[in-house]
């Protein structure tokens, strides 16, 4: 049976470079609170479109605290930006977890509008 977490998180960094026509490559830092309390570091794949929506793809790797345990794990993401909010899904790369998060399982989602706090569920299990 899984468990759910849910926090919020605030981008402490953005650094973003096109790299061909159309895509861009961002690195990411931003700081969990709530249930899921860390910083996270994540880099993105971005293609954005003329109307500037764009989809993106991306991994991020979350050090911090989970349900009372502590270590580090990484997520895979993916999601779309629709000019005023970025949504995509989680999903734990299997055997990534570190320390007391070493077994991790779980998908979740994440939320962030602009100019708004940005939101994200995890529902997480342990081999």
Known sequence: MSTQATGTF????WDEQPYADKL????????????????GETEWLMCYREDKTADFVGLQRFVGRLGGRSGSFVM??????DGT?????????ERSGTEELAGITGTGAFAAPLGSTASVELDYDFE
């Open 85 to 93: 909010e970025a949504k995509g899904s989680l999903d734990v790369v």
């Open 76 to 81: 895979q993401t993916q999601g779309s930006f």
């Open 24 to 39: 861009t490559r961002a690195q990411v830092k931003a700081t969990y609170s709530g249930d899921i309390e860390g910083q």
């Open 10 to 13: 605030k981008i402490d960094a």
